[in-house]
């Protein structure tokens, strides 16, 4: 296998004929899936979602694939397609339409519907062409088919890409349960037709290449719940992501049998709900659904609370149970349910609902102790099934770290696909597709984008580092008023520290130290402020490592009067 | 079972004849463990360990058990009994030896070696007392029985302290492998026998209290490293605790079955392995250890680095090669072995270090995908058979969050004791023993003590705070020089930002009103420095807010020319 490079330059204009394959986003990271096709001077866009900050990236919002490359392209894009409706597939949409709001979104009936109320936040009506399974769309010079996958949202899609220089299948994210809740199993099928016709380059989901086995179908977990409902007699409160609408309908079925009304929490959850009943992906027994108003009244084991905030995030409706700041105050003998998945890096915060929740006296079931929640993506046998049904010509894992990127490609390669022919490349790598052969040729710029509030793309990784340095060790001002006719010290100097473990007091003692040091600048010669500053930060710099053993951001500054 | 009261107010008296137990950390965390026995008015410690911060204490070196309850009685105190040399159960005995240095060190051999190595570099000689299982020793009005038990580290105590009160058996860490290297198990003669006489209080390890089953024996991951070694023809690199003898010794022998030679890398590994081998506890096959210069000279696939580092800290020896910057550089087909468990939290800085060593062409092997770690904490079919062959009259769960605490305890009234006998505590919590019957009588405060760098107990709650803000949205400083003889702005005002994701140009907007502010408010009589900066902090609060959309620390500054 071809392993990434990074020291890789700018590549050579695509060949006539061939095809150009650039991900913006989501090799070498779990989230902000996009990747942009080229063929004959055009371009279709596979995806474009958000990646979540780790924390190392604080007080970042949202991380976005980076448009650079395609910034002064934006005309020849012929569309974007949308596999499906989750947030790292999806949610990067708005910031990419406010560069060109007329770019037409391709996706299932669910997907757009998703798509569109996010971009109605963002007041934008986009152009959308729905299609289902089977369809064939001309994109420009691309020819799509979409073929069904199942995933843990309803109406995933998978396309084939067709163009002259050969047929492209990416996954999107998929699992292959052959007892989804739906009866829409991936389609193996239209896998075989295709691998039939030659699948030049395959593009396929990574996430779970590292897992050996099968994924055990959603349907399994309906059980687990009914005999959770079943031990309960006070309320249940079930937290699960709010896209997962057959979590949700495996809820209500439960809910419906042990007389039980739902009433679902958080914003998300009862938009998206909204979406998937009206549409026909959630089916509501009848009079099951309540308002958080009227859940209020009935009994406690007439109710189940369904809501957001399984992973922990600390505004959303089930951390601020755990923390009684909630209308819902979560009691002794309650029954909480965390039908998800434990996402690496929030288990700390996970943890602190868990035991906020039993410290209450509520009970809590989760995947650690419960068949509460599936994965919604491929483990490493259900892959081997797509290689051996499709025997690719060219294999390009997407979707994932390097280590599930690896061991994607391991499974390619034990299946058959020869090793030179699994191209392994990370965000901003171009590969191009010429004469059913794709190979690496280059790289482009692709950093990180990172969205804080209302800014994108104005925090850089310096700043964040200076976050990092502020949050762990504090900052440290420094003042001086410098009359600049006399080049005399004024006022001043002044030190004030935050977040430095020391009473203020301590800076009292460089003061003097301070005063000197600048007097002797200015009579050595030194008059601009950035000189004088300069003394300041040296001399407080070296008291603090030297006397604290302490490396606080030092921020001197100069006024002059 | 009864739940935490955290409303509980100061206890009474201990009644004559009683025992009472307060836990001063472990209860409610993992880490900083240690509980204080009192009896007659004289005291027993047993263990002082450390706490690791979370990423929400950012800055934090370490967490010690809060102190406050025995300050003024640290002349009570008889010894220090420390089950075992884990940093979570002896980390803090310097900072403890602070207050009073000569307070007695009760341990076994290696637990002792530990600590004073640990000691030295505090510049503390201690007073020791080194026991051995079956020892029976009179520390005042403290009978201690010390029992042998079996951890991830080896000579691990559990020490039964009998007064007039009764006895209360506390197990340390422990679990329960049957096939230890070293054949020293858990001595559940020993433990039937104090069942037979009678405990009136079990305290027990609850950290595995929620997995079912029992832990795998250690030696079972020998013929899983031989494995590995076997497939390597290049260098093989094992991360692992440094205190982990056991798995060390596997890792030698499997060297020596494959012709490899050893080199120990990070200082608490070379000097916690040599501590273990002068001791006897670690056996080194003839010839099989060289040290580091040794092994860069060595063809690749004769060569074994047994480094620290398996938690993915950025400093250790392991980080540092995955990011290529450390003097070991980690080639392609190198094989690097993580022989540890993942701890939550630490997940995100784990992948990073796998995914770096993965990227330069290392092959990775993992908990996650080879059985390369057991755990060292007894899982709830272990716990079973000690609470059925000891039948304890009472029960307190120790070491462990409070969702282990409750699952311990959901065990313990499973195999009989009656769930008023079984003690949900706290840190802070006051247990009496009276009459064979414990219970909680009051609470004493206990919170974090945070040490940074050399300052021990400054840190405050609110001080993290400050950090975490300015961590996540940075700082903005506002200065102005007042002239206190006529009450004018002489120079500013003027803003500085860090850590904002704003060009600092964009506060320009804000000077004029803030100008404004100012000159109103000494208009309207304000004079005092706090006045004039509360009219800062509002005005520029007001536009970050509206203009901006972010919350930032502001700190508004007046100098007084």
Redesign the interface.
Known sequence: MS??HPELSLPPALPAGGLRVVALGGL?EVGRNMAVLEHEGRLLVIDCGVLFP???Q??VDLILPDFEYIRDRLDDIEAIVLTHGHEDHIGAVPYLLRLRQDIPLVGSQLTLAFVEAKLKEHRITPVTLAVKEGQVEQLGVFECEFVAVNHSIPDALAVAVTTAAGTVLHTGDFKMDQLPLDGRITDLRAFARLGEKGVDLFMVDSTNA?VPGFVTPEVEIGPVLDTVFGQADKRIIVASFSSHVHRVQQVLNAAHNHGRKVAFMGRSMVRNMGIASELGYLTVPEGVLVDQRRAAELPDDQVVYMSTGSQGEPMAALSRMANGDHKVQVGHGDTVILASSLI??N??AV?RV??GL??I?AR?VHS??AKVHVSGHASAGELLYCYNILRPRNVMPVHG???HL?ANGALAVRSGVPADRVILAEDGVVVDLVNGRASVVGAVPCGYV?V????VG??TDA?LK???V??????V?V?A?IDTATGKV???P?I?A??????NAVFQKVLPELTTALENAIEGGASDTYQLQQVMRRTVGRFVATR???KP?I?P?V???
């Open positions: 392993h990434p070498g780790e924390d190392n604080p007080g590292e690496p890096g288990e700390n943890f868990i035991n039993i410290r006296g809590v650690g102790n770290e390097v280590r690896v990172y804080d509030g209302s800014s104005t925090i700043e200076d976050r990092r502020l949050g762990e060790e504090g900052f001002s003042f008023v004024l006022a001043g002044q004030l935050r977040g430095m473990a020391e009473d604290l053993r302490r951001m921020v500054v006024v002059e009067a």
